[in-house]
T-cell receptor
């Protein structure tokens, strides 16, 4: 299995520009998560999807952030316009849900991340 | 409020010097505790899931254990390649799709 694939791996852009990050989850996984990681705040969940439908976007910091999942194999996270404080590593993760004894099982598998620098 | 606290923040070990990392958690009914390893410039790599107090899991030099309030990641006779940041996470009390992550322990093993 190829694992979770993210592109680009590095992105450097100027303040005010639009940035699009891409993610291909592991085939067969029904959940997809977008995270942001910084030294100050650690790993933060931004938004997640179940079967391509956004379930919880309460972690999205501002309206400048948006995410879509048009099909089971692809998701995007867009920042428009970008600001220097958006500089961070953005991770995509996917999970295949299983249930046992009334409890959800299944682990999240992370991609390699996109390091975003906004100047 | 759900919370995960990891200690120590950083740990330096000599090769072969065994030690333990701690993960303390506060949730309303544990529905899974996860350990991940993260190397610089890479995404977190899944290691273990634990569900109930008393449960233990092992992988090579790593052994994870769980009590009702905390989990330990024991590293036996570590090697330099075990150097990484180790992250602990628990499922959110009311939304089990969400994981609450600790800030991690940065482990360095010197030859």
């Amino acid at each position: 299995d190829a694992g979770v694939i993210q592109s680009p791996r590095h992105e450097v852009t100027e303040m005010g520009q639009e940035v699009t990050l891409r993610c291909k989850p592991i085939s067969g996984h029904d959940y997809l998560f977008w995270y942001r990681q910084t030294m100050m705040r650690g790993l933060e969940l931004l938004i997640y999807f179940n079967n391509n439908v956004p379930i919880d976007d309460s972690g999205m910091p501002e309206d400048r952030f948006s995410a879509k999942m048009p099909n089971a194999s692809f998701s995007t996270l867009k920042i428009q316009p970008s600001e220097p404080r958006d500089s961070a590593v953005y991770f995509c993760a996917s999970r295949f849900s299983q249930w046992s004894s009334g409890t959800v099982r299944g682990e999240q598998y992370f991609g390699p991340g996109t390091r975003l620098t906004v100047t | 409020e759900d919370q995960v606290t990891q200690s120590p923040e950083a740990l330096r070990l000599q090769e072969g010097e065994s030690s333990s990392l701690n993960c303390s958690y506060t949730v309303s009914g544990l529905r899974g505790l996860f350990w991940y390893r993260q190397d610089p410039g890479k995404g977190p790599e899944f290691l273990f899931t634990l569900y109930s107090a008393g449960e233990e899991k092992e992988k090579e030099r790593l052994k994870a254990t769980l009590t009702k309030k905390e989990s330990f990641l024991h590293i036996t006779a570590p090697k330099p390649e075990d150097s990484a940041t180790y992250l602990c996470a628990v499922r959110h009390s009311y939304n089990t799709d969400k994981l609450i992550f600790g800030t991690g322990t940065r482990l360095q093993v010197f030859p």
